[in-house]
């Protein structure tokens, strides 16, 4: 098992604009961005930072993720996980992207667990 990359989300109304600020911080372009329809979210990842835009009804049901790792395997972790006390709040479910999970970790903390897909894999 291992974790390619930790993303911190930052939740915004506005993709575009806050995409132009962060892209200028870092300088640096998003490396991946699209619309996840089923959740009417649209998101871009910039450097190490996992924007998620929408109205506020829309983030709702997403601002409790502390932090996203994209992972070579997400079975692999969710037995892993499930085996050291975490809990499993949004099991295994395909997403533009390839898969995720979301995962209460025995602290407490809400990560989102994200195989992505050869064609989708964030540099």
């Not at 930052?10 to 619309?35: D, M």
């Not at 959740?39 to 049901?61: M, P, R």
């Not at 932090?67 to 972790?77: I, R």
């Not at 050291?84 to 995720?100: E, F, H, M, R, S």
Request: charged content about 20%.
């Amino acid at each position: 098992m291992q974790i390619h990359k930790i993303l911190t989300p930052i939740y915004v109304n506005e993709l575009e604009k806050t995409l132009l600020l962060y892209e200028e911080l870092l300088q640096t372009k998003a490396g991946n961005k699209f619309h996840y329809l089923e959740k009417n979210l649209d998101i871009a990842v910039v450097g190490q930072l996992l924007l998620i835009s929408g109205t506020d009804e829309a983030l709702a049901a997403v601002r409790n993720i502390a932090l996203s790792f994209l992972v070579d395997d997400v079975c692999a972790y969710k037995s892993w996980l499930l085996e050291n006390g975490a809990v499993i709040l949004q099991d295994i479910t395909k997403v533009p992207t390839g898969y995720n999970m979301l995962v209460q970790q025995p602290d407490g903390t809400v990560i989102e667990y994200v195989e992505h897909t050869r064609s989708t894999h964030v540099k």
